[in-house]
């Protein structure tokens, strides 16, 4: 009976033996455990590339494996995500309506890992996948990515394609466009992103899988699965298959900003509840500003991107083939234009809180300085003059706030609030004004002068989900291609801006312009295939809930195209309908 025993266990244990040392891993009955993300990457050197993943497990030995035969191996560093949560407005699991199984705000585990994959030679791609270790029972589980393809940073004189893009914020074409790149250009070599990759940055669904399936990371992975119903139709577009293969830049806007933690019972709250930081400073002291003013914390610690010495990962410049890209800290917080009293608004604070400095909302702030003088400032004008800036071919700067716009977004001017307190006869505020003098626009007023002199070629920008362009009389050009639905509209002759009734005697009306671009420059027709009005007459922009539109930028004949898709006739080809080249630097 012994030997009859032994005969029948030994062979599938040996097996089972095999597997486990050669693979550290085997099946079990358990439920799969699958990534987060599929694998992206970042900061790519001459010689090397970075390959980012996420999975909701700890897990170990977290590896990146390429090459022929993915032999050779680098090995992961793990972070886990210190501010991501889920609240009562995500749309996660088994909660699809608000409320139904998170009450507040609920932190959520969630790992980063990161690798280096090392040795590359520049112009050659290489296979990788990644994999993660995870124990499972007794023994150990693998869980690996699709195999991808991985390549260092491009020398000077490779022609790439690169994207350009903003304001994901899951919007309901996001998928869509997305798919469109992909199937209209294959693949492309790098993405430059303008800000509000998400809504609220703390909310860990809205990055990696939101149940209506348009999460930031699926839509450009090619995993999404959003459905977009329009006249009675219903598609399911998955994204496109793009960062896996593709580095992205990205800018801070103000979607990537968290107000005060913890304040608040939900995190649309805290995402509205930011305040200036020397506020701040004098309420609660200089200890943990991130939590006590605003913080950009997830979007630093969820990208591997170029630093600045002065502004870290929130502004900085780096080099991608012949391409220079400055990519600025230049946004504020959207404030609702309400004067109703109950409002912590752009014009006015409420008037139940006027007693109240740490309830008040401040205007309409500027996260980071950029005024003439302002660090950031200063940074961007020695990087303007360096040979880097000086000697490249071309020469991008990108930003989330417009500088020139037909979009809603534009007003009021960039500029900090300036506050005026009406007093009763007791001393104390009967109402709290903001307004907004225009001639103290920085962007207009500091940045666009050093842009011009420095020759930049292109300023990328969104922010008001438009798309338009623009050129200044020095040659410069001014690009929002950030058109993905929820539109704020476009406000061209005879269509003005949605502006409350500003009394005169308390606003400079001046400050506030209604329609057209308030920085003083006409938009430019669409060359190729513009849409056109309800009197047929071609429109210079495009502001659309059923039209979607993107932009690429190809580095080997200096061209930049734009292309429509209409959601509304889901058979029908994308158009390319404007394009322009860029001179060389």
Not at 407 to 433: F, K, L, M, Q
Request: charged residues 20%; contains cysteine.
């Amino acid at each position: 009976m012994r030997g009859s025993f032994v005969g029948k266990w030994r062979s599938p244990f040996l097996i089972l033996l095999v597997l486990t040392l050669t693979y550290g891993c085997v099946a079990t009955n358990r439920p799969a455990a699958t990534l987060l993300t599929d694998p992206f990457l970042q900061l790519p050197t001459p010689t090397s590339v970075r390959v980012v993943w996420f999975t909701e497990f700890e897990g170990g030995e977290h590896r990146v494996e390429y090459g022929d035969g993915f032999t050779q191996r680098a090995i992961a560093t793990t972070t886990k995500l210190s501010r991501v949560r889920e609240d009562q407005r995500s749309r996660v699991g088994q909660q699809t309506e608000p409320g139904q199984v998170y009450q507040q705000p609920t932190p959520r585990d969630i790992w980063r890992h990161e690798a280096e994959v090392t040795g590359l030679t520049p112009g050659q791609r290489v296979p990788y996948r990644v994999a993660s270790l995870r124990a499972n029972g007794l023994f150990t589980r693998a869980i690996a990515s699709r195999p991808f393809t991985l390549a260092p940073l491009p020398p000077p004189g490779t022609p790439l394609k690169i994207l350009l893009t903003s304001d994901h914020q899951s919007m309901p074409m996001t998928a869509t466009n997305l798919q469109k790149v992909v199937e209209t250009v294959g693949q492309v070599d790098a993405v430059f992103l303008a800000g509000d990759t998400v809504n609220i940055p703390d909310r860990a669904s809205e990055w990696f899988d939101d149940n209506r399936g348009g999460a930031f990371f699926p839509c450009l992975q090619g995993r999404a699965s959003y459905s977009l119903e329009r006249n009675g139709t219903t598609r399911v577009y998955t994204g496109g298959e793009i960062i896996q293969h593709a580095p992205m830049y990205v800018a801070i806007g103000n979607h990537e900003i968290m107000g005060r933690y913890g304040r608040l019972d939900s995190l649309n709250g805290e995402f509205e509840d930011a305040i200036p930081r020397d506020v701040a400073l004098r309420l609660y002291g200089p200890n943990g500003l991130n939590n006590t003013a605003f913080s950009t914390d997830t979007y630093e610690e969820i990208f591997s991107l170029p630093q600045s010495p002065e502004g870290g990962e929130t502004y900085y410049a780096t080099t991608i083939g012949d391409v220079r890209l400055v990519s600025l800290f230049a946004t504020n917080l959207w404030r609702v234009p309400s004067l109703d009293p109950s409002a912590k608004g752009r014009f006015r604070e409420p008037e139940a809180k006027l007693n109240s400095r740490e309830d008040w909302g401040y205007g309409q702030i500027i996260f980071e300085p950029i005024r003439k003088g302002s660090p950031q400032y200063n940074w961007l004008k020695q990087e303007l003059s360096s040979p880097e800036f000086r000697q490249a071919r071309y020469k991008i700067v990108m930003l989330h706030h417009p500088t020139h716009t037909l979009g809603d977004n534009v007003v009021p001017p960039y500029t900090d609030p300036i506050r005026v307190v009406e007093r009763n006869a007791e001393g104390s505020p009967a109402v709290i004004r903001y307004d907004y003098p225009k001639s103290d626009d920085y962007l207009l007023r500091d940045v666009m002068p050093l842009l011009e002199a420095a020759q930049a070629q292109l300023v990328l920008y969104g922010h008001s989900h438009v798309w338009n362009r623009f050129r200044t009389p020095a040659g410069l050009h001014l690009l929002e291609t950030s058109n993905v639905g929820n539109t704020y509209g476009a406000y061209w002759e005879p269509q003005p801006r949605k502006l409350p009734d500003l009394n005169p005697q308390f606003y400079n009306l001046e400050n506030y312009v209604t329609a057209g671009d308030p920085g003083g420059l006409e938009p430019i027709t669409p060359t190729l295939a513009p849409v056109t009005g309800d009197d047929g007459q071609p429109l210079p922009f495009l502001s659309s809930n059923d039209i979607t539109a993107f932009t690429l930028f190809d580095t080997g004949t200096g061209t930049i195209s734009s292309y429509r898709f209409d959601t509304r006739t889901p058979d029908a080809p994308v158009v390319k309908f404007d394009e322009f080249q860029l001179g060389v630097g």
